[in-house]
């Protein structure tokens, strides 16, 4: 669940929203919806924490996760495509960054045979085993053939960026999953399949478009 409560944001003497109080609680989809230069994105930013409100405040429910569809398509350019997807559950990531850096030491200790133990039972607590293979599912769901998924990010065509993105956003059943024009660059096909996922989702979902019938 998020609880907005008083919220206003202003630029000068622009007011693009004020005393704004919502609550998104789970199981429904929620449609941003207004005129160009209204504010939607910028509002979704608010809620993600990457854009600072004027006055109120965001509260997300303690221990839920929320999944951001990035705007940013160069922000993964080192990473391999399968990697970028699953760097979408943050905390999974960290816990298979440190399990391989772990491994690889050349003075493996007591203490570091500890640690590992504890981090293999956290990463199979999140079903880590499957992660791999929910990755490449939803690529290829998104029409990134399976040919790409070890290719590197600064290699891939910016059109496909989009869907591997997208594909990062919804790895892992988040919590709350937050998505900016998710339709952008995609066919009717995958648009369909998004559609479906969608429909089928059992948390919160906050969505921007300018695909009407999306």
Known sequence: MIQINNLGLQFGKRVLFEDVNLKFVEGNCYGVIGANGAGKSTFLKILT?????????????PGKRMAVLKQDHHEFDEF????????????????????????????????????????????????????????????????????????????????????????????????????????????IKTISWLEDFILDFKNTVIVVSHDRHF
């Open 49 to 61: 924490g990457d854009q600072d409100p004027t006055k109120g405040q965001v509260t997300i429910e």
């Open 80 to 187: 391999s495509v399968l990697n970028t997807v699953m760097m979408g559950h943050n905390q999974l990531w960290k816990i298979i960054e440190e399990k391989d850096a772990l491994y690889a030491k050349p003075d493996f200790s007591e203490a570091d045979g500890m640690r590992t133990a504890e981090l293999e039972a956290e990463f199979a607590e999140m079903d880590g085993w499957n992660a791999e293979t929910d990755a490449a599912t939803l690529l290829s769901n998104l029409g990134i053939k399976e040919d790409y998924h070890y290719t590197t990010m600064s290699d891939m065509p910016a059109e496909l960026k989009v869907r591997i993105l997208l594909a990062q956003a919804l790895f892992g059943n988040p919590d709350i999953l937050v998505l900016d024009e998710p339709t952008n660059d995609l066919d």
